[in-house]
């Protein structure tokens, strides 16, 4: 048996995450993601691809299940494009929370893309809800039957509430797909957390595969440095953010040095999603870090002190104050509005925490010093102060390491990375771990080969033929000749030769060698080889050399009988 893995989006690349891993007959689609950066048919995945290599007739009867890791649109983006649009209707796993938080993601982003750019609509916002009605929702470690011989089980994989990584079995034939994970815990998220499974391949994202991340609570001290520095002059924050993920990262941050510092300086939080996203947290609590966990009950940290809602009219108040503000990257919306009337004035900071692709302001503003920025008919002054974050959900090349070495797959597959710093890592997980890797394009396939268990009895003769003299009384006297491994008993891996005995309809056996005999009801017999070679050499009386060379083959036909 092999796992066939087709990569439909995120090979070589971050953006559409879609791999679609066939093993023993069984199909999943790991993510179903949109890749931002375009806005023509490359933003989804290529799912035709699936219908050529399979012969399908559609995609319900191509693809067993679809499991998606978490609400990110890289993740996600395309789903209701493949239910609604492409027919779809097989079974959808997620987490409670992804399918709690999905539907305001796919919304929000179904806006910015429609009301904001002014795109041809894809699908509906009743098409995302149609959509999240097929969803089946699954807890962390539930062992999900998707059929009698396909299984699927979630394992808590910190980078944003409700993510997942998703272990996958069919037969002997196991994998592990990470989507994204984060291996240390932020404020308040977990690391992620699998168990030690046996695997044949393990699909891990690779962001991050060639950096090696400082400590959290220096790049947190800087932060708040800057921030309360900006404040103390009198100055204005904008820290342009998402609504679920960093948002709630900071102002827990914030809030706690707020109260420790005694600071009376408001912090507010635009309209958006960002309020109610914080009820989604509080209800969600479960999946938190740790320390929130433990703490809940006597003061929930979502229940920030220093934050409060923020008006539109407030824009244009004097004095110092901090303002969480949607979308993140600054690429339109609130965000871009604050931007223009904060931006001209050097008392100003505006804090961009993490990632910001081509074509946002973020991206520009973290690309160098510029004291001005065109955006589409305006021109923005900028003597702002600037100062970036790296506040990132994702492992590093060290939390990637660490989980493959754990996990030890026989094969590691890398996505969602760079292909420069994928070809870096390949290196050090083939070197260093001694395992083969690979990262494949996308629309390539990568063909892994499975071991398969055969599990079979081993008659009692066997057992005891092959144990050590001194167990062989432990093992009769203890009843332990049945059940148990010999290497069990001795508490030692032990090497036995043995007799394979497959026959139709029946459960294979190891034999002894008498036992074989029994069962054919032949007896014992041998065969003896008698060496030619005198034979020869007496006849051969010709020349002295043909004698000498008759004996040197007889030697080493001597050596070859003796072995
Ligand atoms: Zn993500």
Request: with cysteine; hydrophobic share 35%.
């Amino acid at each position: 048996m092999a796992i066939e893995c087709l990569v439909l989006g995120s090979g070589q690349d971050v953006g559409k995450s879609c791999v679609v891993v066939t093993i023993g007959g069984k199909r999943v689609m790991f993510d179903c993601g949109m890749h931002m950066a375009y806005q023509d048919q490359r933003r989804y995945p290529d799912f035709s691809r699936v219908l050529a290599a399979t012969g399908a007739p559609d995609y319900t009867s191509a693809i067993s299940c679809v499991v998606i890791t978490h609400f990110h649109q890289d993740h996600i983006g395309a789903l209701p494009f493949f239910t609604e649009v492409c027919g779809y209707h097989g079974p959808i796993y997620m987490t409670y929370p992804t399918k709690a938080l999905a539907p305001f993601m796919l919304e929000d982003n179904r806006k910015v893309m429609v009301d904001r750019r002014g795109e041809e609509e894809q699908y509906s916002y009743e098409d995302i809800l149609t959509c999240m009605k097929k969803v089946t929702p699954i807890d962390l470690k539930q062992t999900v039957e998707v059929d009698k011989d396909l299984i699927i089980r979630a394992y808590y994989a910190g980078h944003v509430l409700g993510a997942a990584m998703i272990y996958a079995k069919v037969g002997d034939a196991a994998m592990v797909y990470t989507g994204d994970y984060n291996m240390t815990p932020d404020r308040h998220l977990g690391a992620a957390q699998i168990d030690r499974l046996k695997l044949d391949l393990l699909i891990t994202e690779s962001t991050y595969a060639k950096t090696i991340r400082d400590s959290r609570h220096a790049r947190e001290r800087e932060f708040l440095k800057a921030v309360h520095k900006c404040v103390s002059a009198g100055g204005k924050v904008l820290i342009p953010t998402f609504a679920l993920g960093r948002a709630q990262e900071l102002c827990i941050l914030l809030d706690d040095y707020w109260e420790r510092m005694n600071l009376k300086i408001p912090i507010y939080l635009s309209a958006g999603l960002t309020l109610q996203s914080n009820l989604y947290y509080k209800m969600l609590i479960g999946w938190t870090s740790q320390k929130i966990k433990d703490s809940y009950t006597v003061h929930n940290p979502f229940d920030f002190k220093h934050v409060c809602h923020f008006e539109r009219s407030y824009i244009n108040n004097p004095g110092p104050c901090v303002l969480f503000a949607t979308p993140g990257m600054i690429f339109g919306g609130f965000s871009l509005e604050v931007f223009k009337k904060w931006a001209p004035s050097e008392k100003n900071l505006v804090a961009l925490p993490g990632y910001c692709s081509a074509g946002s302001i973020g991206h520009k503003l973290m690309s160098g010093k510029s004291t001005g920025i065109d955006y589409k008919d305006t021109h923005i002054d900028v003597r702002c102060q600037i100062h970036q974050l790296s506040f990132s959900p994702h492992t590093d090349s060290k939390g990637i390491m660490d989980l493959t070495e754990f996990l030890s797959p026989k094969h590691v597959i890398l996505v969602h990375g760079e292909k420069p710093s994928m070809a870096f890592l390949k290196e050090r997980i083939e070197s260093e771990l001694g395992m083969p890797c690979y990262f494949p394009a996308n629309h390539e396939t990568v063909s892994i080969p499975t071991t398969q268990n055969l599990k079979m009895s081993a008659t009692e003769r066997f057992i005891t033929s092959c144990a050590a003299e001194q167990t062989k009384d432990r093992l009769q006297q203890g009843n332990l000749i049945c059940g148990n491994s010999v290497s069990e008993v001795n508490g030692s891996e032990k090497l036995a030769e043995g007799i394979l005995l497959m026959e139709k309809h029946k459960k294979p056996k190891i034999l002894c060698e008498d036992e074989l005999l029994e069962a054919l009801g032949v007896e014992r017999h041998s065969v003896q080889f008698e060496p030619m070679a005198s034979a020869r050499i007496g006849a051969a009386d010709d020349s002295e050399e043909l004698q000498q060379a008759d004996a040197d083959d007889l030697e080493s036909e001597g050596k070859q009988m003796k072995l």
